[in-house]
């Protein structure tokens, strides 16, 4: 087992005062394996008195991100310079971790896709849950396997024992009407536009304005790429586009996005943003501007910048 599932039983444990019952249950072990699995961290040292997290936390940058822009928590990481993988990667594993103690029975949780959802999928410690339901927020359609919306959805239902409702569309199509009859056609007996009304969570991850960050390769060209960087997008969460102020902007492609609505977005409790990295500075800071994030996950090096783009104004 690794140092990562080491660390989430210890902290299931110590941290959140699950019993070893409720821990075996939750994650589908038997209670002698969740006591073995504790007797081992304790040999490998992830636990003395308090739990060792498997990355290193900035409470620093954390507090200065929740306090300026109101959010309900942040989590900064340092990447260790011996971790060769890519920050999208990292922070995925980071997401799966903070999901995987967070996530609660009775509750439907909207999924965005992308890279690092992705990589946070494949990250996901399995769990029994009860009663979980799991909704694309979001179409695309990509044959790269890791961030495949189908791959995602299927492995996240799988890995929280959870049903869920998939959007078989692209992320853009032709019309508003065909967007519209996408979004409120039944899917299994509801249509998705109510299921994303009643969302109790969302996950997504925060993309620059180029070609590849709307994941819809051949349908938006090098035109209509230009006209949203000439009206100020520095970035888009799932399609829908802002400046460095917050402001989401309209263009002649959000009509025909097949994508939660920005103020339905607004509207679910908790709100999940995973992003990380120098290119995405400035659609982090947007995207915090806005308010639309509620908890935010970044590492330290990009928290920094943020932080100093503050400091320019």
Request: with cysteine; proline share 3%.
């Amino acid at each position: 087992m690794k140092n990562v599932d080491l660390s989430l039983i210890s902290y299931m444990y110590f941290r959140k005062d699950m019993s070893q019952s409720d821990i075996a249950e939750r994650l589908g072990l038997s209670k002698v394996a969740v006591s073995r699995i504790l007797q081992r961290a304790k040999k490998y040292n992830i636990y003395v008195v308090d739990v060792k997290l498997p990355f290193d936390r900035n409470d620093k940058l954390e507090n200065i991100l929740k306090e300026r822009y109101n959010l309900k928590d942040a989590v900064v990481v340092k990447k260790p310079e011996s971790v060769k993988e890519g920050i999208s990667k990292y922070l995925g594993k980071v997401g799966a971790f903070y999901l995987n103690l967070t996530v609660k029975d009775n509750c439907i949780i909207g999924i965005g896709i992308g890279h690092t959802i992705g990589h946070l999928v494949n990250a996901l410690m399995p769990m029994k849950m009860k009663n979980v339901f799991v909704v694309q927020l979001q179409g695309g359609l990509t044959n790269v396997e890791y961030y495949n919306p189908f791959s995602i959805m299927q492995k996240i239902c799988e890995k929280l024992d959870a049903q869920g409702t998939y959007i078989t569309s692209s992320a853009i199509v032709n019309s508003k009407e065909q967007r519209d009859l996408i979004i409120h056609k039944p899917s299994i007996g509801e249509p998705i536009y109510e299921i994303w009304q009643r969302c109790d969570k969302a996950l997504f991850g925060i993309g620059t304005i180029d070609k590849s960050s709307f994941i819809v390769p051949n349908i938006i060209g090098k035109k209509e790429i230009e006209e949203i960087k000439r009206i100020g997008s520095v970035g888009n969460i799932m399609g829908h586009c802002f400046n460095l102020e917050g402001e989401f902007l309209k263009n002649e492609l959000e009509e025909k996005l097949v994508s939660i609505p920005v103020n339905m977005i607004f509207n679910i409790p908790e709100r999940i943003a995973i992003a990380g990295g120098n290119e995405k500075v400035y659609a982090i800071k947007g995207a915090l501007s806005s308010g639309i994030i509620t908890i935010l996950m970044t590492d330290e090096k990009t928290a920094k910048e943020i932080i100093n783009l503050e400091k320019i104004k």
